[in-house]
């Protein structure tokens, strides 16, 4: 009779984790490295879990915003870190819910009302990814930034450059329109001519030969 008994345990038991590894798994179900469950217990609410928790919006390859929330840090000692929990843990599941999608407030509200809590999380090889992926959007908005205003420069210099051609080519007709020096000098000289030619004869401004 024992022996069915602890039978009958053993296999409710089974049913129970085999229950639980489904519904873990449930979340996220395509990643496989790094995943691991951690069943975290403290004896009331009041008492802490030791760890802090941060959530960052990332922007992903196809322009989509993604919320992460991950370890920022755990109390050595505390109970998330006896339970296995580190530095840079993303948290993906508790109690076989999607956590991904929930905002900050919403998450630290589902931990704190939990005594017992079975947390699906990421190793931080996945949180550095994330980071990389903060920093590719800061670049990517800083590149947008110098993007505008090199585009400002290349419109004033251009502008500049209108401004300029406008003045060459304004300073080109009135060139056009006015005499040429060559033409002034060869005007005050055929006048300088005619007065001469008025006053003596053609034959005068032969030169003179005398031969002694």
Avoid: W
Avoid at 23 to 41: A, F, H, M, W, Y
Avoid at 70 to 77: A, K
Avoid at 131 to 142: E, G
Avoid at 175 to 187: E, T, W
Wanted: charged share 25%; proline share 3%; aromatic share 4%.
């Amino acid at each position: 009779m024992n022996e069915q008994s602890g039978s009958s345990i053993s296999c409710t038991l089974s049913m129970s984790e085999s229950h639980q590894f489904n519904v873990d798994r449930s979340v996220l179900p395509k990643i496989e490295n790094g995943r691991r469950t951690i069943v975290i217990t403290r004896s009331n609410q009041n008492e802490p879990f030791g760890m802090v928790l941060q959530s960052d919006v990332i922007q992903t390859c196809d322009g989509s915003l993604k919320r992460y929330t991950y370890l920022d840090s755990v109390e050595s000692g505390g109970i998330a870190y006896k339970s296995g929990m580190r530095n840079g843990d993303i948290l993906v599941g508790v109690n076989g819910v999607d956590v991904m999608s929930l905002s900050h407030s919403s998450l630290r509200s589902l931990l704190s009302s939990t005594i017992e809590a079975r947390i699906v999380v990421l190793a931080r090889e996945h949180s550095r990814l994330i980071d990389l992926h903060s920093k590719i959007f800061l670049l990517r908005a800083r590149l947008k930034q110098a993007e505008q205003e090199l585009l400002k420069i290349t419109g004033e210099e251009e502008a500049l450059l209108a401004r300029y051609r406008n003045r060459l080519r304004n300073s080109s007709i009135a060139l056009s329109s006015s005499p040429s020096p060559s033409r002034v000098a060869r005007g005050i000289l055929l006048t300088k001519i005619d007065r001469i030619d008025s006053i003596v004869s053609p034959s005068s401004l032969i030169p003179q030969i005398t031969r002694l």
